[in-house]
């Protein structure tokens, strides 16, 4: 994604030139390297001068780097290279600071004349690297140099010494021509507000996709919206009923609730905020926030320590809340790293890694933020275990707290029973605020709701290691557990009941009728189905001995029961509201209390009949509670059929996240030819049958359409250009320095039939009828040898070092890249019969016809002559031209170094591009054969037949 975030001034004062083609006049050329020839030219990406994607990125580059043009240079001998890159910047004070930045870095060295230099050695080569800057323009040199066969080590001092005068010569050529922007600085404020605002969107957004997706899924909701739909308004007051809508307290309890939550969100984004552009970075921000959180919790702890109401969340000793507060801290922590993570997927999206692909770096993302969410997910376990830890000791709570109980009995399968719970009330410390957890035990949120008018007590599992969060426990021996519960009703405040299915639910009502105390009775209907709310007000309709169907009618309109309690006149008053939410039990909860708090409490008008009679009209729908084994094997199964799906899933995840897919390749535009192999030079033996020299050197291969590849020749140093004539082919070798001439021994093996050593490296050669001429570029020579016998008949002195050579017809053609000229030797190659300086540095020269083909790599162009008169015809600017060319029929080839290679197809008249193909990987050398263009890909290993 690229954002236009920061606009680089255009207006670039009157006569200031820039651009690639300013770049390319002040870039170094052939003639300013003895020794060296161009290899390849292209316009420098600057993405590469800056790598990376995204935004931030984007921003970077836009606003201070206008265009980048580079150069690479091969010395005669193959063993030198040289590179030059020019990088042009909107003005010389962000050239400046590049430079120092690039000066500081703890690899680069002085050199004796004050040039910063970066080395490099390798086994068997050395690079060093200089940046120089002038004006707004920044010129970066690199040489490289191979080890020798003839030498043992490399001269590193001579190294530096060339590349010192290079980087110095490079310098000097460049035009210190005026700013086009005179900003010091980047303006990427926009930028870092985008950033502010993409932190607080995920920091909120996550917590509001979280509560509506739970929120649409929640059952509760879905059959409340159905109900309304469905169903009509009910009259529910009567003799024995009485209804109160609580809908006017719930709606509230929502509008105080919300309004708490703005005001945090704002407190939090304006905390943020400030981290962001205040704090000492990212992770120094990230550690003041976590401090204020763990900070602002402690204080939570701290006053709820002081109220008697809020005492459910907090410890009973100083150890205990120094324990609670590390725990918080882990948390905290916790919260932390998942904060690090969301803002590093952000980053991913904004500032991609070089290295990485935009598909990897999706993936990278991904990975970030499914982390960030998953730590998020479990932060706050830890306080919420060390709570689940610390309300085993319910004996110590009693001593503390001098209020009476209030006494909450269950089944204790309602133990697992959860809520769907909104962070909008009280009942969270701010590290739970923080966590994606929205469903939460039911039971802890009605020790919440009651624990304002006592410490809330409930009769603890026998063999629970690790009570649910919620009410204190006790735990008794089978023998006296019922008596403690009736002693307990007797000194409770309130006697809550979370109405079930099991027999429990009658024992208990019965002995708060024998012992008088249905007043203090709070009857909560959890959240379940409506058919499970008929059931389990069918036991409670039974064990109050109220006419059949009186409480089944409560829950068959619009609203919902929550609780009942009995007045003191023997009525029963029912808290009713559309949905039963955790802000409606709350609501319910509080006024129920109240209403008995402060209703003078009548036992002998409140105790309804004995409920053993009916019973047996409700046996058929009890449930008996399963024993400890039997829920253990239950819960085994469950996990068991499960667990398959939760591995699959888990496994595709980590699949998805840590495999990332490669980018597509570009295919061949073409058919591949000989199997796999690395070859670096081609010639055509035959119709189908070729010979190319091996990529590293020391091989010379021989293949066809049908045939593999095999070995024709080992060379004794490094084989570079092959060259065919009938039976015989010549191959150019350096390292030592020859031309050797090999007869065809067999059918694909050849043997030597002599050797020429040369003073230097041959840098191109031709056959032309019984001898080979031979351009050595080092000595300003052309050699003519006898191709019988390989004896050198003439040298002939070329200025400008010869580095190309084309037969066209009768002529020989030599060109020389230095001083831009094409010599033309007489028929009997003694002389020079003709001496053009032509308006481009020749590369590479090819005939076809009577015309012959220039391309220059120094001035990426392709020009057009005639054979004879070397007259020009047609130049055609080709960018980036790598200097392969071939001529099939009437096309032209040209390959190119662009950071995506191409193959050009341009008319043999005009030079104009018909046909543009994109390649794997740059070509390397191309020939011309009747069925069309034949490639090499070394790095792809790779030979292919192009089409014509």
Not at 280 to 304: D, E, K, N
Request: charged share 20%; hydrophobic share 45%.
């Amino acid at each position: 994604m690229s954002l236009a975030l920061v606009s680089a001034s255009n207006a670039f004062a009157a006569g200031t030139q820039t651009g690639t083609s300013w770049l390319r006049a002040q870039i170094l050329g052939s003639s300013d390297l003895p020794r060296f020839t161009a290899q390849a030219n292209h316009i420098t990406d600057i993405s590469d001068v800056l790598p990376g994607s995204g935004a931030y990125f984007d921003t970077l580059r836009n606003g201070r780097i206008l265009s980048g043009y580079g150069r690479s240079f091969l010395s005669y001998d193959g063993v030198e290279w040289v590179y030059v890159d020019l990088i042009e910047y909107t003005n010389a004070h962000i050239a400046t600071i590049l430079q120092r930045a690039w000066d500081k870095r703890p690899d680069v060295v002085l050199d004796p004349t004050g040039l910063s230099v970066q080395h490099k050695l390798d086994e068997d080569s050395y690079t060093a690297q200089a940046v120089v800057t002038r004006g707004r323009v920044t010129a970066k040199v690199r040489l490289t140099t191979r080890l020798k066969k003839s030498e043992s080590v490399i001269d590193t001092a001579a190294v530096d010494h060339m590349l010192a005068v290079t980087a110095r010569q490079q310098e000097a050529r460049i035009d210190p021509s005026p700013d086009v922007d005179s900003s010091a600085t980047l303006g990427v404020g926009s930028l870092h507000f985008y950033l502010l605002y993409l932190i607080l969107l995920y920091a909120f957004g996550g917590q509001i996709l979280v509560g509506f997706v739970i929120g649409v899924t929640d059952k509760a909701t879905l059959e409340a919206i159905w109900r309304y739909i469905t169903s009509k308004p009910k009259h529910l007051d009567s003799e024995i009923l009485e209804n109160r809508d609580i809908r006017p307290d719930v709606r509230r309890h929502m509008i105080r609730y919300r309004l708490g939550v703005v005001l945090r969100a704002l407190c939090i984004a304006l905390a943020i905020g400030g981290a962001y552009q205040f704090g000492p970075g990212i992770i120094g921000s990230m550690i003041i926030l976590g401090v204020a959180a763990v900070g602002f919790t402690s204080l939570q702890l701290l006053f709820a320590r002081r109220k008697a109401s809020q005492t459910s969340r907090v410890t009973y000793s100083r150890l205990t809340l120094a324990a609670t507060i590390a725990l918080t801290s882990a948390s905290v922590a916790i919260a932390t790293f998942g904060a690090l993570f969301v803002f590093l997927a952000i980053m991913a999206r904004l500032a991609v890694p070089p290295d990485l692909t935009p598909a990897g770096a999706a993936h990278v993302q991904l990975a970030y933020l499914l982390g960030g969410i998953g730590l998020f997910g479990v932060a706050d376990v830890p306080v919420r275990v060390g709570r689940r830890l610390i309300i085993r000791q319910a004996r110590k709570l009693l001593d503390q707290d001098d209020r009476p109980i209030c006494l909450l009995l269950r089944s204790f399968s309602e133990d697992r029973r959860t809520i769907r719970v909104r962070r909008t009330t009280g009942q969270h410390l701010f590290i739970e605020r923080l966590s994606l957890r929205r469903r939460e035990g039911f039971e802890e949120l009605l020790a919440w709701s009651l624990w304002p008018c006592g410490p809330v007590v409930a009769v603890g599992e026998p063999g629970t290691r690790l009570p649910p969060l919620g009410a204190a426990r006790l735990y008794f021996s089978d023998a006296n557990w019922q008596a403690e519960v009736r002693s307990m009703m007797t000194e409770a405040k309130h006697v809550a009941l979370i109405l079930g299915r099991g027999p429990s639910l009658l024992w208990e009502v019965e002995q708060l009728s024998n012992l008088q105390l249905l007043h203090k009775a709070l009857f909560i209907l959890p959240p379940v189905s409506a058919r499970e709310a008929q059931l389990r007000l069918t036991i409670l309709n039974s064990a109050l001995s109220l006419p059949d169907g009186t409480l089944q009618e409560l829950d068959n309109g619009r609203l919902r029961v929550l609780a009942m309690s009995v007045r003191s006149d023997g009525r029963l008053i029912c808290w009713t509201n559309r949905t039963r939410t955790d802000v409606a039990y709350e609501a319910a909860i509080e006024a129920a209390t109240t209403r008995i708090h402060i209703e003078e409490p009548n036992p002998t008008a409140a105790t309804l009949r004995k409920t053993v009679s009916v019973r047996s009209n409700v046996e058929r729908i009890l449930v008996r509670s399963p024993t400890r084994a039997a829920a253990q094997r239950a819960r085994l199964r469950r996990l068991l059929a499960i667990a398959p799906w939760a591995i699959y899933l888990t496994l595709s995840t980590l699949t998805a996240i840590l495999v990332l897919p490669a980018p597509p390749p570009i295919p061949f535009p073409g058919n591949k030819v000989g199997g796999v192999m690395r070859i670096g030079s081609l010639a055509e033996i035959s119709n189908g049958r070729y010979l190319g020299v091996g990529w590293s050197g020391q091989t010379l291969v021989s293949f066809g359409q049908a045939a593999p590849p095999t070995a024709a020749f080992t060379f004794e140093g490094y084989g570079h250009q092959v060259v065919t004539d009938g039976e015989m082919a010549y191959v150019e070798q350096s390292s030592p320095n020859a031309i050797i001439g090999l007869n065809e021994s067999s059918r694909g093996v050849y043997s030597t039939k002599w050797v020429t050593d040369l003073d230097s490296q041959a840098w191109d050669f031709a056959v032309y009828r019984d001898h080979i001429v031979a351009a050595l570029p080092a000595q300003d020579a052309v050699l003519i040898i006898n191709k019988r016998s390989g004896r050198v008949e003439n040298t002939l002195h070329l200025p400008g070092g010869p580095n190309s050579i084309s037969i066209a017809g009768d002529q020989v053609l030599v060109g020389s890249e230095t001083n831009s000229t094409i010599y033309q030797l007489n028929y009997a190659l003694t002389a020079i019969a003709k001496a053009v300086k032509i308006a481009i540095a020749p590369s590479r020269i090819v005939e076809l016809g009577n015309q012959v083909y220039v391309a220059s790599i120094l001035d990426s162009s392709v020009a057009v002559y005639d054979a004879q008169t070397l007259e020009l015809l047609h130049t055609a600017f080709v960018p980036a031209t790598n200097g392969v060319v071939a001529a099939t029929g009437s096309t032209i080839v040209v390959g190119t170094s662009e950071r995506t290679p191409r193959l050009l197809y341009l008319t043999s008249n005009t030079l104009e591009v018909t046909r543009s193909e994109a390649l794997p990987e740059q070509i390397v050398a191309l020939v011309s054969t009747p069925d069309g263009p034949l490639g090499t890909f070394p790095d792809s290993k790779a030979v292919v037949q192009f089409a014509k």
